[in-house]
């Protein structure tokens, strides 16, 4: 039986924290601590990270990096000490296997199995991969063990071919997944072939082909006329007048909801006569400085010059929901969005349909709002800057207007 317990050890405000490794070998104990490379704040260990609720988004956004480091550490260490055969266990052998951890050494052997390669490929980049990454592979990963179950044979690496494509496809159709999460699935497989062959392994030559068939969804986004109904309504209680002012500052900024709702005055600086907010994309990482509506200086104004207070993104996309129901935004469209199917165990999966429109409405709805009510109307380079989109391509693909839409926005130029 082992276990591993971190430990803030430094007198110092900032410090690396100290793992110590407990286990016990033929009735006696034993105890090693080595430093880890994790630095945080004595405030951070003693206020934040034991806390069970925080409201502050940003500390739960820290909480969350430095747990994930956390469960990888402990993960590492749990994982060699049971796989020791030879080696003897003492401070010595802790010190090492925390230096691989951040220092792996180079790669021998590559699993061919690709359920096993994926999870050897987040291990091998867990100190670059995101959390949100990590999590969206596991899923397909913990996807392909269900497959594997279901067929009764596994699935190497080299298998990724049209057989498989077809197999794999109506697998999840049958589970009842879209196709367009299909189609996104597929294409994360893809990837992780071609990090294997990178690595040495040897592919399917079919692999670099394989497509399946996208559903064009009618993508949601307020216009103009639908906005102001949203920001006349009155007399809302205080959580959902919070969420109808955040859901008219992110229609009217651009940003995802991970940027917006950390918005606070301190972020605000004024040049030449114009307000201006800066912040550091949490996506991208990019420093961003974004002029501010007046439509935001507004709700700046009504809120003595703070912004709402933050809500948790689960609960804000329910409220936005109920907002765009009051205000009457329910048009009939073509979308999806998740519904329990089955009996027994509860399933849920996204279906394509007819819905009101404000069923529809998600924490996405501010960016792309932003870019389509704003296309034809500012640069689409400044646009594009703006919403952080890597292409105009990706831009045009992300935003809401149709073909006629676009059409009819050129035939402006002629």
Known sequence: MASVNFL????????????????????????????TKLI??????EKVHFKKRIKD???????SRIQNELNNIESHVIRLFNDNKNSKIDKNWLKKIIHDFYYPKEIKNIPENIIDFIEFYINYRKNELKITSINKYRVIKNKLIRLENYRKESLSVKDINEDFKKEFVDYQKREGYAKNTIQKELAFIKTFCKQARYMGLEVSSQMDNLKTEKENIEKIYLNIEELSKIESLDNLPQDLDEARDWLVISCFCGQRISDFMRFNKEMIREENGKKFIEFTQRKTNKIMTVPLHHKILDIL?????EFPKA???????????TICKIAKIDDLVKGSRMKKIGTGKFKYRKKDGVYKKHELITSHVGRRSFAS?????????????????????????YMG???????????KYF
Not at 40 to 45: A, D, E, L
Not at 57 to 63: A, I, V, Y
Not at 311 to 321: D, G, R, S, V
């Open 8 to 35: 803030y050890r430094s007198n110092r405000n900032e410090a690396a924290l100290t793992l110590r490794f407990l286990f016990r070998h033929q009735e006696k104990d034993y105890v090693f601590s080595t430093k």
């Open 40 to 45: 945080i704040t004595r405030k951070y260990w």
């Open 57 to 63: 988004l940003d500390s739960s956004f820290e909480k």
């Open 301 to 305: 104004d009504k809120r003595y010059g």
């Open 311 to 321: 809500i948790f993104f689960h609960k804000y996309n329910q409220l936005i929901k």
């Open 373 to 397: 009510n704003y296309y034809g109307k500012i640069p689409t380079t400044y646009l594009i800057f703006i919403t952080g989109h890597s292409s105009e391509k990706m831009f045009l693909n």
């Open 401 to 411: 207007k149709s073909n006629k839409d676009l059409a009819v926005e050129v035939s």
